[in-house]
């Protein structure tokens, strides 16, 4: 049984920092993209940053750009998103997904996690 677990998220204030954690269990994603995606209330979801499981290869979100860091560790089967500068407009519930290709649509990604939340107050 394929699991994506984020874990991390909570409540922190404006400037602050955060780092998510998404564990991978139930198969191996090598050939596959991680991604973060994050959907705030009365909004659509949306990509932040997929990193290349195998090449490591990244991408960011204009909105997250130079605050957002996306990293994998493949011993541990784990995908981390380290967010720094957080801003109320960061408030989300955010989810771990895993998909082929490199793509920010939510759409071709198979696989997803629960969700965590995070709220940084002004």
């Known amino acids: 049984q394929v699991q994506l677990v984020e874990s991390g998220g909570g409540l922190v204030q404006a400037g602050g920092s955060l780092r998510l954690s998404c564990a991978v269990s139930?198969?191996?994603?090598?050939?596959?993209?991680m991604a973060w995606f994050r959907q705030a209330p009365g909004k659509e979801r949306e990509i932040i940053s997929f990193?290349?499981?195998?090449?490591?290869?990244?991408y960011y979100a204009d909105s997250v750009k130079g605050r957002f860091t996306i990293s994998r560790d493949n011993a541990k089967n784990t995908v981390y998103l380290q967010m720094n500068s957080l801003r109320p407009e960061d408030t989300a519930v955010y989810y771990c997904?895993?998909?082929?290709?490199?793509?920010?649509?939510?759409?071709?990604?198979?696989?997803w996690g629960q969700g965590t939340q995070v709220t940084v107050s002004s």
């Open positions: 139930g198969r191996t994603f090598s050939g596959y993209v």
């Open positions: 990193i290349s499981w195998s090449t490591g290869g990244t």
């Open positions: 997904a895993a998909g082929v290709g490199y793509d920010i649509r939510s759409k071709n990604y198979d696989y």
